[in-house]
């Protein structure tokens, strides 16, 4: 394994915990290795006796305008639409789901505090380049000064940086006190929920960062933007709560005394002892599929007039609690909920309602930890990578493996993430790997310096947020800008 960079270690960085001015430093605590043909990827003659298993607009809150502060909202797009069949056709009785307009294209965010530093007193190349770099944050400052009068939640920052295809890593220097277990982006925002509340991370004006929730634990969540919602699992009873953005937004500006006087959230359908939930848009529908302790529930988007989640299919009295779920819609008609659970991975017929298996792995005794199901893209919906434990699987819904490998990671991940690069990355205590998700491979992976946990928080276009979590139980957030092309072009 090649060695490319060798940085300090981020105990050797000297920061600020200031929270009104908070900063993005590079990090120097990765080594990146590029790889090309992943030697941990093994063709299934030679795993065989490791996996082949037995198969066997309420509340008055609707879409407010940005008012040139908040983050900016991001229309949804529409797909072409298609006549929906068996179970779909029942959501024609609920009413037409999803909302127009036209998808935003984004440039990849650069914050114009974040500049390259110096990773060891001898380099020094690299020091005449933080030194360049500081000139330019100087003189960038002096021209956002005016607009950040105006507003320090949406200024719109410019890439002052040279353009670099090395991926890299970095960090926010605010620590949280409590750790941090989720995290959304609003517009270029960072929402992040913790074991004490719901904060906004500041990302396009001076870092700072609002409280805008307190005393609730958030272990879940997602932005929806063109709705005007934000979905979470929160709460001491880990209750399905959406929150109204323009009720979130009004918490920082105080300017609309009319959103103020109205109930900012709802809960949806009631819902207690949430595991897992996750939103999945199918033409112009927009699901949420939801595990329980020991049931599965499916809700939909209803617009205008109800404007909330609706309750379309209930599977109860499962035989094996699930851990983890998603919802696949075959060939465009039949919609099929896959969830994992501490065996294995199983499928609801949603038109039938009869569960069954489709991957479980015999050669591990213990119980298994799922970390996650990626429907495949060009499947039509039909194939899936199964991750659990440090393996993961290629099979169709209805059991059969469709590819000869086992996509087998470096060591134990505490934290697995499909990203829409047609990647998949995996956080271990030793090192993040970067693999593509169609063969297994190993595109590249950062050393730590030093074992430390990571957790995946959220992505977008080339951006992956991600948190560590210290001693003490003060957390930062981290991330990392990834490049496929100029990555296998090294």
């Keep these: 394994m090649l060695k490319v960079t060798d940085y300090s270690s981020s105990s050797d960085e000297s920061e600020s915990s200031d929270e009104d001015g908070e900063t993005v430093v590079v990090l120097p605590v990765f080594i990146f290795l590029s790889l090309y043909h992943s030697f941990l990827s093994l063709p299934v003659s030679q795993a065989e006796e490791r996996r082949r298993g037995g198969h066997t607009e309420s509340n008055g809150f609707g879409n407010h305008s940005n008012h040139g502060n908040l983050p900016d909202l991001v229309q949804q797009s529409n797909s072409p639409s298609a006549t929906p069949t068996s179970a779909l056709q029942e959501l024609g009785d609920m009413a037409e789901f999803g909302v127009g307009g036209s998808k935003a294209s984004f440039t990849p965010f650069v914050d114009p505090r974040v500049y390259q530093t110096s990773p060891s007193e001898d380099d020094n190349e690299n020091s005449a380049a933080a030194m360049f770099a500081n000139e330019l944050l100087r003189q960038e400052q002096a021209r956002l000064n005016e607009a950040r009068k105006i507003s320090v939640v949406n200024v719109n920052p410019t890439n002052i940086r040279p353009h670099s295809d090395t991926p890299e890593i970095r960090k926010y220097k605010k620590r949280f006190n409590s ?17 004490n509340g719901l904060m906004l991370l500041d990302r396009s004006g001076q870092g700072k960062v609002y409280n805008l929730i307190t005393r609730r634990r958030f ?25 109204y953005l323009s009720w979130l937004r009004n918490r920082i500006l105080h300017n609309d ?16 002892g949430c595991v897992h939930y996750k939103v ?40 094996h609690r699930p851990q983890l779920v998603d919802l696949t819609v ?34 591990i ?22 991750c659990y434990e440090d393996e993961g699987v290629y099979v169709n819904t209805y059991g059969r493996i ?5 996509l087998q990671w470096g060591e134990m991940p505490t934290s697995v993430a499909y990203i829409h690069s047609n990647q998949i990355m995996g956080w271990g205590e030793k090192a993040i790997e970067i693999r593509s998700v169609e ?31 210290r001693s003490g139980g003060s957390s930062q957030v981290f991330f990392m800008t990834l490049n496929r092309n100029s990555m296998m072009n090294w």
């Design 365 to 386: 005794q213990s119980q298994v930890t799922p970390h996650a199901i990626v429907v495949l893209p060009k499947t039509d919906g039909m194939e899936m990578l199964l």
């Design 219 to 243: 272990l879940q969540m997602d932005v929806l933007e063109g709705l005007n919602v934000l979905v979470t699992i929160s709460g001491k009873k880990n209750k399905l709560r959406v929150y």
């Design 280 to 319: 999945v848009k199918y033409e112009r529908i927009k699901f949420l599929v939801i595990a329980l302790k020991n049931s599965v529930e499916i809700y939909a988007w209803a617009p205008k007039p109800y404007h909330k989640f609706m309750a379309f299919k209930s599977f109860t009295d499962l035989q």
């Design 257 to 272: 005394p009319e959103v103020e006087k109205k109930q900012g959230w709802i809960t949806v359908g009631e819902l207690e």
């Design 439 to 469: 063969t297994g491979h190993l595109d590249g992976v950062f050393m730590h310096k030093r074992a430390q946990r990571l957790k995946f928080l959220c992505e977008r276009n080339d951006k992956v947020f991600f948190a560590s979590v």
């Design 330 to 363: 075959e060939e465009g008609q039949r919609l099929k909920v896959i969830y994992g659970s501490s065996v294995g991975f199983h499928v609801i017929d949603v038109d039938s309602g009869n569960p069954y298996d489709i991957y479980i792995p015999s050669h």
């Design 402 to 406: 469709t590819k000869d490998v086992v």
């Design 179 to 195: 750790e941090i277990l989720c995290a959304a982006l609003w517009g270029v925002n960072l929402l992040v929920g913790t074991e």
